[in-house]
């Protein structure tokens, strides 16, 4: 059997828990491996999945997640669910996904409803960053799905994201470029650190 008519079968198979039948089949450029196979046979089970997850500029953390459906989004593969850790609906890139399990949980969230693929869900944070167009290719994967706005050589980007901490972590690592605009306690926070950087410095000698 090819590829393609794989891909296309096991994009069937995901998306049978949906309370709507799949847009038109896209076949992703990625073959079909064992991420995406465990998550076909926790749809299937009615079994909670789970994996090591890795963000961004973020330590990898252990979720146990309801699945719901899979989509396919200019060739990505993300799954949708509910997360325990995070008690909430949550979208999850599978190329970031590891260590993969089908529990013995059964699923309970099976059928609740879903946002758009993209849509800021309760509980996370949008973030608003200001930095130098020429910066933009140094951030990577943390400018996936953002709106960017540039005008006069500067950029605004406005992100999703689930933990404040990824932004300051990201200002620690692109000191002096990247200016956080919102929240507001994130703000604070990347300035206090900054002040505290400078604090030990100025004694250091």
């Known amino acids: 059997?090819?590829?393609s008519a794989l891909l296309e079968g096991l994009l069937a198979k995901l998306a049978r828990g949906a309370a709507a039948a799949p847009a038109d089949v896209i076949v992703a450029p990625a073959p079909v491996d064992q991420v995406r196979e465990r998550v076909d046979e926790a749809l299937r089970r009615g079994r909670a999945v789970s994996f090591a997850y890795k963000t961004p500029d973020a330590a990898a953390t252990t979720r146990t997640v309801d699945p719901v459906k899979v989509h396919i989004a200019d060739g990505q593969w993300y799954?949708?669910?509910w997360c325990h850790l995070r008690q909430a609906t949550r979208t999850f890139h599978l190329d970031r996904v590891s260590d993969v399990e089908v529990t013995g949980i059964p699923v309970t969230h099976g059928a609740d409803p879903l946002p758009a693929l993209f849509d800021t869900l309760q509980g996370d944070i949008v973030a608003r960053l200001r930095f130098p167009e020429a910066v933009a290719p140094l951030l990577g994967e943390f400018l996936?799905?953002?709106e960017i706005e540039i005008s006069g050589g500067m950029a605004?980007?406005?992100v999703r994201l689930a933990d404040e901490g990824v932004l300051r972590r990201l200002a620690a690592?692109?000191?002096g470029d990247v200016e956080i605009l919102a929240p507001e306690a994130a703000r604070r926070a990347a300035a206090s650190w900054a002040?505290?950087?400078l604090a030990q410095y100025e004694h250091s000698d």
């Open 173 to 175: 690592r692109r000191a």
């Open 144 to 146: 996936s799905h953002a």
């Open 1 to 3: 059997m090819s590829d």
């Open 79 to 81: 799954l949708q669910g």
């Open 156 to 158: 605004t980007a406005t």
């Open 195 to 197: 002040h505290a950087g």
